[in-house]
């Protein structure tokens, strides 16, 4: 099946800060999104992106179906934007496999 | 509802006891998708209902576990003889149509003692 890595596994922020996260995945995708796991564990779309390039507030992302990643742009990140980000990717149409998520701590 | 709904949000069981897992879609969407999220884990596919029909049940690890969605709204996801190795936040997503956006609902975690 479709391998999902992601990078870095833990970033640690200073309030304010920018962070970029990256998803790699192995095969050619028909869905992408990206979500964040908050701390009571509820998953939150973040972006639908298969393809391109969306922005919603301090957030945004891109994908590169042809170089096979999708980058997660954070600017001026708050204590709030602490969690879990996943990258999920579905090649069949029938399931979404996520990568490793990575663990985003914003300190005051 | 506004969002998934997944009842009920806590479990514990007994190891070797049944028990049923519940998920209300966002009205109208007719994929319906039930995931396992271990601890430090991202999600992991269990089974994906397009309809009332289960289109894929790949994911299913073993034969104690079992899906239904008999009216093509509501799902259960049944598991039995419970082992402490099941013990997991089980996670319910629907989406308007397959590769489309998903919604997720809060989850259940299930403890088994």
């Known amino acids: 099946g479709i391998q999902v890595e992601q990078s870095p596994p833990d970033l640690i922020l200073q309030e304010g800060a920018n962070s970029t996260l990256r998803c790699n995945f192995s095969d050619s995708v028909n869905n992408l999104q990206w979500f964040h796991q908050n701390p009571w564990g509820q998953l939150i779309n973040l972006f639908y992106?298969?393809?391109g390039t969306k922005q919603n507030g301090r957030l945004s992302a891109t994908t590169v179906a042809t170089e096979r990643y999708s980058l997660l742009y954070i600017s001026s990140s708050q204590t709030t934007d602490s969690g879990v980000y996943f990258c999920a990717v579905d090649s069949s149409g029938s399931r979404l496999t996520f990568g490793e998520g990575t663990q985003l701590t914003v300190n005051p | 509802g506004a969002g998934v709904s997944q009842t009920p949000s806590n479990k514990v069981t007994e190891k070797g006891k049944y028990v049923e897992l519940r998920c209300d879609p966002i009205s109208g969407h007719t994929a319906l998708y039930w995931y396992r999220q271990s601890l430090g884990q991202g999600p992991e596919f269990l089974i994906y209902f397009q309809g009332t029909g289960a289109a894929d049940d790949s994911g299913l690890p073993n034969d104690r576990f079992f899906a239904v969605r008999p009216e093509g709204s509501v799902s259960t996801l049944k598991i039995q003889r419970t082992e402490r190795g099941d013990s997991a936040v089980y996670l319910c997503?629907?989406?308007?149509?397959?590769?489309?956006?998903?919604?997720f609902g809060q989850g259940t975690r299930l403890t088994v003692v």
């Open positions: 997503a629907s989406s308007s149509r397959p590769r489309s956006l998903a919604f």
């Open positions: 992106i298969p393809s």
